[in-house]
Nanobody, 124 residues
């Protein structure tokens, strides 16, 4: 199984950019589809972006609105989320998550490994 630790969240202003990082450890990192999720107060956890094991395929939720980019470096066991033109509605705890690449779903329950989350706060 893979262990995940997110970092990079902080207080920023609307319109700013921010890059989140996820460090993975454990066996066979390259066997996992990696995803970023977020959860704001009073809302359910939602999918933001995902990337396949070989980094050839990415997917994005509509809430990203073309502003976010997910990437991974299997040699370094790292996953990143580049967020541009941040808005106050992007304020949430952001989580890195992993599931086996053979599972075709972005439902949170399908992901077996989760990081502790990193807080992103966007002020007006």
């Amino acid at each position: 199984q893979v262990q995940l630790v997110e970092s990079g969240g902080r207080l920023v202003q609307a319109g700013d950019s921010l890059r989140l990082s996820c460090a993975a450890s454990g066996r066979a990192f390259s066997d996992y589809f990696m995803g970023w999720f977020r959860q704001a107060p009073g809302k359910e956890r939602e999918f933001v972006a995902g990337i396949q094991r070989n980094a050839l395929t990415t997917s994005y939720a509509d809430v990203a609105k073309g502003r976010f980019t997910i990437s991974r470096d299997n040699a370094k066991n790292m996953v990143y989320l580049q967020m541009n033109n941040l808005e106050p509605d992007d304020t949430a705890v952001y989580y890195c998550a992993a599931r086996h690449w053979r599972i075709s779903s972005v439902e949170p329950g399908k992901f077996g490994s989760w990081g502790q989350g990193t807080q992103v706060t966007v002020s007006s």
